[in-house]
C-alpha cells in the first residue's frame, strides 16, 4: 500500500513537473527547406489546435548551411498547402548554442544524426538528440525521413505522412506528461 502511494505521487509529482516546462522542440535535417521546415509547420499546427504554445515551442534547422535564408522548397511547400499547412520557416543553419535553448533536438535521419552528435558541445547535449524515427507509430517500415529533394511528388508527400505520424506522437507525449528519453 506504501508503495502504490509513493508511487502515485511520484507519478503526480513528475506530470506536475513536466507540465510546468515548456518544451522547446528542434526538427534538424540536411538543408533545412523540406524535412525540417515541413515538420516544424506541422507541429506548430498541432501545438495551435491543441492550444498549447504555453507549454510547446518548435523551431527548424539545417546541418547544411548553403540554403540559409531562403524559403521551403517551393515543392514542399505545395504539398503542405494542399494539406492546409503553411510553411513560412526561412533555412538557417544550427548552431552549437541551439543545444542550449532547445530540450528536444529531433534529427530526421542517420546522417544528420551523426553531424548533430559530433556539433554537441557535452555529453548532456548528445542526451537532447533522438531520431524522427522514434516517434512513427503508423509507418513500421520506415526508420528515417527520406530526403525528397531528388524525388517526385510522391517524396514529398510521403513526408508529410511521416511527419504527421510522428508530430502527433511527440505532442502525444507532451499532453500525458511524459519525458523523452
Ligand atoms: P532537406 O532536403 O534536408 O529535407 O531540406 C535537402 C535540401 C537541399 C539539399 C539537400 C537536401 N541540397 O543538397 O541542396
Not at 535535417?29 to 515541413?38: F, H, M, Q, V
Not at 529533394?149 to 508527400?157: A, I, L, T
Request: proline share 3%; aromatic share 10%.
Amino acid at each position: 500500500m506504501m508503495k502504490a502511494k509513493f508511487f502515485l505521487l511520484s507519478l503526480h509529482g513528475l506530470f506536475w513537473l513536466s507540465s510546468e516546462m515548456k518544451q522547446r522542440i528542434l526538427f534538424v535535417c540536411l538543408g533545412n527547406i523540406c524535412r525540417s521546415p515541413a515538420a516544424e509547420a506541422v507541429m506548430q499546427q498541432l501545438i495551435d489546435r491543441n492550444g498549447v504554445g504555453d507549454r510547446v515551442a518548435v523551431d527548424s534547422a539545417g546541418t547544411y548551411g548553403g540554403h540559409a535564408g531562403d524559403r521551403a522548397d517551393s515543392r514542399m511547400r505545395r504539398a503542405a498547402s494542399a494539406r492546409g499547412v503553411d510553411i513560412t520557416h526561412r533555412s538557417r543553419q544550427v548552431r552549437e548554442e541551439d543545444f542550449e535553448r532547445f530540450d528536444i533536438i529531433v534529427a530526421m535521419d542517420d546522417n544528420n544524426y551523426e553531424a548533430l552528435f559530433r556539433l554537441a558541445p557535452h555529453r548532456d547535449a548528445q542526451m537532447k538528440i533522438f531520431r524522427f524515427r522514434e516517434f512513427l507509430r503508423h509507418h513500421p517500415d520506415w526508420s528515417y525521413i527520406p530526403d525528397p529533394y531528388y524525388e517526385g511528388h510522391e517524396g514529398f508527400e510521403l513526408v508529410l505522412d511521416l511527419v504527421e505520424d510522428g508530430c502527433q506522437t511527440m505532442l502525444d507525449k507532451i499532453l500525458r506528461g511524459e519525458d523523452f528519453e
